[in-house]
């Protein structure tokens, strides 16, 4: 096609009339000769006249026939295609509005689940060239530990050992620090981080620089960097900040740089000071840190894990005791990061899939009972000269139409949908998660809008052109109603099946769910409040400080009217704070290294079993004469206990806890109780043990206090108590520990009740399907009907054919049901729990739960034939 | 119009035509309609059904163009002419017509 072409056949599509007004001229020329010619030869003007109309036969087809050759037919035939099928979908309003609806509950669904999906397995994370970092795990697989936190002297001999990594930086988790601002104690999520860890990041700061690795030495650390927001909340974005003294947890430390605007590092961290560890007292045995880094230039993972396995080799050479059996693992970040959702997101995505899937077989079924009723159209369109062809691409004109509008107003409601459905998320979003609109979603949103207008139009579209003249012209219909209601009837039987299919997934995530909300935790939530404080180091120097201010606290809170009982917790059970701690039984072989058995170490004070709820099985709780100086004792779980004495009583026994060549005290036990539930709700690795608070005075507790009614309506009162004695602290985490527990399993209830949703909208889908098809049944066949009762079927008989029919196709599409679900569900195995993939008590309940819906989806067409009036039927048409 | 004789113009044959016809000069579709008569002694006839759908098309493809211009009664007409790809295709066609009438005229012979 040449330019000069492409000219003409964008004048022909610009200048219509002008081009047609020209064809006229072009006509009236050659009309205007022949007349000529005529009266020449002898006639008179009317008959010269009438003998050139004559010879112009076809002058309208011959016009139409010039007008296609000018090349635009296909777009201008389209646009009158568009145009025609808008006059026809609103005709039909109430069709058109279900159909849209449909679709539009399925894409935005879809679009929805896929901004999510989007936003934690697709989008690059916020770091420049993000896809070159990596984390850098220890491994112990002798004691099928995946994944174990780093210890600081084997960071620092990756750090300086490896060739393939551009920098390694590490940082210890997200801590809380103590800011006064404004007069008001705050708390800010911050970290501990190296020397390098911005570097390895790529990200440099706004203002100021960031730390040196002389800053990352003990005494040489007081400075901070500050976060883009903290800066801009807390300083009023104040440009002179570099070089200012700020109080941090009561400690002084000079800002020497701002982050920009939306960094936040791990995590929601939004203050950094040097981690300024040292090997003395962060020894090989010391795993808490997490690594980062950067791989260089053409280095692949596969690589850097090969070159970190040698490395880890001399590490456990150099440091039998403490290194042996411990591995290196490298992931990139973004795995890392967001492996956890995968499994969860992927299943999700098939399922609102599926939900879309059976959306489009109802469409495309509505779509055939309403070319049904259009068939005298085509017919007569067919006999005015449409091709096959012609018909086709004007049903797929409407579905596509029908398909953009429902996808339109899907993108629409999948925006109000993901704000939905991050509003059950209850916690605080990590920074690497962005869930905005991008590219990638509107592109997914507007390719399953095709495909969808593509999938329910395309059946209908066949069926439909393959017209009969003959038949439909003098039958008015009834020609193909039985290749049709046989299609008609597959869609039926696919929706049933697949509905099943849903139902049944989400039979077993309500189930999975329900398992896991009854398990027996060990403790008590019911009216408990609890409430994080960590006291600044730099305030509470001394191991007394803490002890005393922790059991002022305690006891003012014991005597607020109300409160049952009140202690604290140096880790919080389910809330994600552990500490595990390598253990050593008297008595028992020693282990060293990554063999040692590992418990988790809780540090209590006075009264926390009876607070929670767990129960004292032998010996005694903690009191206030378990002082520093007094004898080293611990109490420990029925768990531990059964496993080291199950014949005996454990009191008096002693425990050893930490690495063995350190030598800590021996711990003598005095008290057993009832096993918690501390990691996770589905289950505990580490049985627990716990140690008092005043011969640990670690400076972060959790508050626990039982109330004697709803826990929230004492906060106001247990803020007050600490204002009293410290007005600068700050108090975080405030919530009743059924939230904490409910947290907990925010996961399992999100996918169990987005599961719910889809296979609900599925079901009910499903269920106009049928009740669709038996209604159309019944009409068509009324003459039927009527001949029927008219030789003697009775009512009843003509229910039971009604009903029997769809109740076949019901069965069809349950065996096929239950047969793709077996299939299918085995996938969901890692999301249940307590409950198999093959749950025969689901997939029973399922099938007939859908079967008796589907009964009554039957049952109204079938009580309608029923009342058919044999005369009145027989004289209709 | 003869029936028999339309059928026997199939939309190639009467392009072809057209094509020879514009190859002296250009004319307009009265015109060629009444050449085609004549050069055929009036064994050929065309409807203008038929011929203006075949020089839109002709136009649509390039092988003619078209300019409006006053005619011999002074009325202004569309006058078609060829172009040079219409040169070209002329002569193919034209080579392709007489292979195939020659081999036609063979089998009739020899059958």
């Known amino acids: 096609m040449n330019l000069t072409d492409l000219f003409r056949r964008w004048r022909a599509l610009t200048h219509k009339n002008e081009m047609d007004q020209e064809l006229d001229e072009e006509m009236q020329f050659h009309l205007q000769r022949d007349i000529e010619r005529n009266v020449k030869s002898g006639m008179s003007l009317e008959e010269a006249r009438y003998a050139a109309l004559k010879s112009f036969d076809r002058l309208e087809q011959s016009k139409e026939e010039c007008r296609s050759a000018r090349g635009v037919g296909l777009i201008e035939n389209v646009v009158r295609d568009v145009t025609y099928s808008l006059r026809v979908l609103l005709k039909s309003y109430a ?10 509950l399925g894409i935005g669904a879809n679009t929805a689940i896929f901004s999510f999906a989007n936003g934690i397995l697709l989008r690059p994370l916020p770091y420049p060239q993000s896809d070159r970092l990596a984390v850098l795990d220890e491994t112990a697989p002798k004691q099928g530990i995946e994944s174990l936190s780093v210890s600081y002297p084997n960071f620092l001999d990756w750090r300086d050992q490896n060739t393939v990594f551009e920098g390694v930086a590490t940082h ?22 190296s020397y390098g860890l911005f570097e390895v990041l790529r990200v440099s700061p706004l203002l100021g620089r960031t730390f040196t690795i002389n800053e990352d030495r003990p005494e040489e650390d007081g400075v901070v960097i500050l976060g883009y927001d903290l800066w801009q909340r807390n300083f009023g974005g104040d440009s ?116 879309l899937l059976v959306a489009c077989v109802n469409v495309a ?25 012609q018909i086709m691409r004007q049903l797929l004109i409407e579905s596509m139409l029908l398909a953009l509008i429902g996808g339109t107003l899907g993108f629409v409601l999948s925006i109000w949908a993901l704000r939905l459905l991050l509003t059950a998320i209850p916690i605080d979003l990590p920074f690497w998660m962005n869930f905005s609109i991008d590219l990638r979603v509107l592109g997914f949103s507007l390719a399953i809008t095709l495909l969808t207008g593509f999938i329910f139009g395309a059946l209908p579209a066949l069926q439909t052109s393959r017209v009969d003249l003959n038949d439909n012209l003098k039958e008015g219909g009834r ?21 099943l299919v849903l139902l049944v997934g989400a039979g077993l995530m309500v189930q999975s769910f329900l398992r896991l909300q009854r398990v027996n935790i060990g403790l008590n939530p019911k009216n408990v409040l609890t409430a994080t404080l960590v006291l600044p180091r730099a305030k509470y120097v001394k191991d007394e400080q803490r002890t005393e201010f922790f059991k002022q606290l305690m006891e003012r809170v014991r005597s607020l009217p109300g409160v049952e009982a009140a202690s604290a917790t140096g880790t919080l059970p389910l809330n994600g704070s552990t500490w595990g701690r390598s253990l050593t039984v008297e008595g028992y072989p020693v282990l060293s290294g990554g063999q040692a058995p590992s418990v988790q170490h809780t540090v209590v004070t006075p009264g926390y079993f009876r607070t929670m709820g767990i129960s004292l099985l032998a010996g005694r709780d903690f009191n206030d004469s378990d002082a520093k100086d007094s004898p080293d004792v611990t109490i420990i779980d029925e768990r531990l206990a059964r496993q080291y004495w199950p014949n005996e009583s454990p009191i008096g026994k002693r425990v050893r806890f930490g690495p063995p060549e350190d030598n800590e005290p021996w711990h003598t036990i005095v008290g057993v109780v009832s096993a918690i539930r501390h990691q996770r709700v589905q289950e505990d690795t580490d049985a627990s043990v716990y140690m008092p608070h005043q011969k640990i005075p670690v400076t972060g507790l959790s508050l626990v206090a039982r109330t004697s009614s709803n826990p929230q309506d004492f906060i106001g009162a247990v803020r007050r108590e600490v204002v009293q004695l410290d007005p600068d602290l700050p108090v975080s985490e405030v919530a009743t520990m059924e939230e904490v527990v409910a947290e907990a399993i925010w996961q399992p209830r999100l996918y169990a009740m987005l599961f719910a949703v889809f296979a609900g909208g599925a079901l009910l889908l499903a269920l106009i399907g049928i009740y669709g098809v038996m209604a159309f049944l019944v009409q068509t066949r009324t003459h039927e009907i009527g001949i029927r009762m008219a030789l003697g079927a009775s009512a009843r008989d003509v229910f039971k054919l009604i009903v029997g029919r769809g109740m076949k196709l019901t069965a069809v599409g349950v065996v096929i049901g239950v047969g793709g679900a077996i299939a299918l569900t085995r996938l969901m195995h890692s999301l249940l729990f307590n409950t198999s993939a093959t749950d025969p008590f689901i997939f029973i309940l399922i099938s007939a739960v859908l079967s008796v819906a589907a009964f009554f989806a039957c049952y109204l067409p079938a009580r309608r034939a029923a009342r058919v009036d044999p005369l009145i039927a027989l004289r209709y048409e | ?61 390039g092988l003619i163009s078209a300019v409006w211009r006053p005619s011999d009664n002074n009325r202004k007409a569309k006058f078609y002419g060829l172009t040079t790809n219409g040169r070209k295709q002329l002569e193919t066609q034209r080579k392709q017509w007489e292979q195939f009438s020659d081999a036609i005229a063979l089998v009739l012979r020899d059958a």
Request: glycine share 10%; proline share 3%; hydrophobic share 45%.
């Open chain 1, 95 to 104: 069709f058109t509005i279900v159909v849209i609806l449909t679709l539009a």
């Open chain 1, 172 to 193: 210890y988790g997200t801590s809380r620090f103590a800011m006064t601002l404004g007069g008001q104690p705050t708390e800010i999520r911050g970290s501990r981080v």
């Open chain 1, 240 to 355: 002179n900040i570099i070089g200012k003294t700020v109080d941090v947890s009561r400690r002084q430390r000079t800002v020497i740089g701002v982050m920009p605007r939306g960094f936040r590092f791990p995590e929601v961290s939004e203050l950094w000071v040097p981690l300024a560890f040292t090997t003395k007292i962060y020894t090989r045995n010391d795993h808490g840190l997490d690594a980062i880094a950067r791989l260089k230039d053409g280095v692949t993972l596969t690589q850097a894990q090969t070159e970190m396995n040698t490395i880890a080799r001399r590490i456990e050479e150099q440091n039998p005791v403490t290194n042996e059996g411990l591995g290196v693992k490298v992931i990139s970040l973004h795995e890392n990061l967001s492996g956890n959702y995968r499994d969860a997101l992927l299943i999700l995505l098939g399922v609102v899939g599926c939900v």
């Open chain 1, 365 to 389: 079924n509505l779509m055939l009972a309403r070319a049904t009723a259009r068939q005298k159209e085509f017919a007569l369109r067919a006999a005015l000269g449409a091709g096959r062809w």
């Open chain 1, 479 to 499: 020609g193909a109603g039985g290749v049709r209601s046989r299609a008609r009837s597959l869609l039926v039987v696919t929706e049933i099946a697949m509905s």
């Open chain 2, 1 to 61: 119009m003869n029936k028999q004789q339309g059928d026997l113009f199939k939309q190639g044959t009467l392009e072809l035509l057209i094509l020879r016809l514009l190859r002296s000069g250009s004319l307009n579709g009265w015109d060629i309609m009444q050449r085609i008569e004549l050069l055929s002694a009036e064994v050929l006839t065309v409807t203008p059904g038929a011929l203006y759908p075949a020089l839109h098309r002709l136009e649509a493809r």
